[in-house]
Structures are given as structure tokens and as C-alpha cells.
Nanobody
Framework: QLQLVESGGGLVQPGGSLRLSCEAS????????IGWFRQAPGKEREGVSC????????SYADSVKGRFTISRDNAKNMVYLQMNSLKPEDTAVYYC?????????????????WGQGTQVTVSS
């Protein structure tokens, strides 16, 4: 069964850091692009970052540029999102998703497989 599982969310103070992990089971991430998305209460889901299968193409939403870093370790079948200088407006459920077409876009229509999400709350 193809599955993505996010972990690493939690409660953090403004200015703090978290590292989210996305682990795949049932398939290898080696040939797929991975995107991170988030959905805040009452808002539509939005793209945060994406990375191509070998890491050669990376994109970030303007709201997280310079604060978030996406990376991947294909040998471990893992993708990460390092989030620094967190702000209250980063509070959301964060999802990772896999795009077998390796388009590496933040258009969620391209993503066929989704995790269940992990909650990130930034609050003092």
C-alpha cells in the first residue's frame, strides 16, 4: 500500500524551529517530486515548497523563502522541511505529497499521493 506519513509537528514559540519529515512506504521516492503544502483554519490549502526527484529543482512560496528549507534523502526514502524563524501565521496542518510525474510544482493538482498531515502551531 502506497503511503506517506508526516511527522515532526508540534507547538513552538514564535522565532522557533521545527523539522518536518515525510516518509514513504510501499514505494520509493527516488523518482518522484515531493511537495509540502499547508492548510490553516478557514483557509485553502497552499503550496509551501517542492523538490524534484534528485533535488535539482526546488521552489518555495514567497511567504517562507529564507526561512524554510526542503531537502531529501532518497536512500532513506525521506523528505524534510526545516522551518526556522517560525511565525504565528505559519500555524497550519502540513502535508507532504508525491508527484510521480516529477514536475516539482506547487500546483497540488499534480500530486497523486498525500499524507494525513501534521499539525504545526506557532504561539507564545
Amino acid at each position: 500500500q502506497l503511503q506517506l506519513v508526516e511527522s515532526g509537528g508540534g507547538l513552538v514559540q514564535p522565532g522557533g524551529s521545527l523539522r518536518l519529515s515525510c516518509e514513504a512506504s510501499g514505494f520509493t521516492l527516488e523518482h518522484v517530486a515531493i511537495g509540502w503544502f499547508r492548510q490553516a483554519p478557514g483557509k485553502e490549502r497552499e503550496g509551501v515548497s517542492c523538490i524534484s526527484s534528485r533535488g535539482g529543482s526546488i521552489s518555495y512560496a514567497d511567504s517562507v523563502k529564507g526561512r524554510f528549507t526542503i531537502s531529501r534523502d532518497n536512500a532513506k526514502n525521506m523528505v524534510y522541511l526545516q522551518m526556522n524563524s517560525l511565525k504565528p501565521e505559519d500555524t497550519a496542518v502540513y502535508y507532504c505529497a508525491a508527484d510521480p510525474g516529477n514536475i516539482a510544482t506547487m500546483n497540488e493538482a499534480w500530486y497523486a499521493y498525500w499524507g494525513q498531515g501534521t499539525q504545526v502551531t506557532v504561539s507564545s
